[in-house]
């Protein structure tokens, strides 16, 4: 504590703006429905970080709450924290499956996963780099912290994220959707 009171002696000398303008921008994180990330590593190739030049993509998300997990679709990108690292690194994923679908998998230990309330089956869009839900298997919904929208940096790549075709030629790479069983509420 005996740092912070410099700091809020030279606040003070500047009528407190500096104390308000940090105050606002704490709150405003705390409220602002969008963030910034930057995506690391190749497993999302080649909808993010598509080069090999060490240049990582920033993306825009929307913050989700659990109210509006449900809101979660096939194919949407998410940014969760990692299973496995739940204290550390972050992983932005495309949705393949949700509560109550059963998923044909082709890299998991269970060849066929039947997902469970309140968690998504998660891929990257290559798959030969990808640690994702074939490594950990389904992620509670609670570790995904929003819906990426956006590429907002590099400026040659600003821009809406495309939907990408699942049945593309990699798709025999990536998880299907066998059938899905709503569950009770």
């Not at 040659?156 to 569950?183: F, I, N, Q, W, Y």
Request: net charge positive; aromatic share 8%; glycine share 8%.
């Amino acid at each position: 504590m005996a740092y912070i009171r410099p700091i809020l002696k030279g606040a003070a000398a500047f009528g407190g703006s500096f104390v308000a303008v940090f105050a606002g921008l704490t709150v405003a994180a705390d409220v602002c429905p969008y963030y910034i990330d930057t995506v690391s590593g190749g497993s999302m190739k080649p909808t993010l970080n598509p080069r090999d030049n060490g240049t990582r993509d920033r993306v825009l998300a929307k913050r989700l709450t659990m109210e509006q997990a449900d809101k979660l679709q096939r194919g949407d990108i998410v940014d969760a924290t990692n299973p496995r690292n739940p204290h550390g690194d972050k992983v932005v994923k495309r949705i393949i499956a949700l509560p109550g679908d059963s998923v044909l998998t082709p890299r998991y230990h269970d060849e066929v996963v039947k997902i469970p309330r309140y968690h998504c089956w998660v891929e990257g869009d290559h798959p030969e780099t990808s640690a994702d839900s074939n490594y950990y298997g389904p992620i509670p919904v609670e570790l995904v912290h929003g819906k990426v929208m956006f590429v907002v940096w590099p400026p040659t790549r600003l821009g809406r994220l495309a939907e990408r075709d699942l049945s593309g030629p990699d798709a025999h790479k990536m998880s299907t959707v066998l059938h899905h069983t709503p569950l009770p509420r």
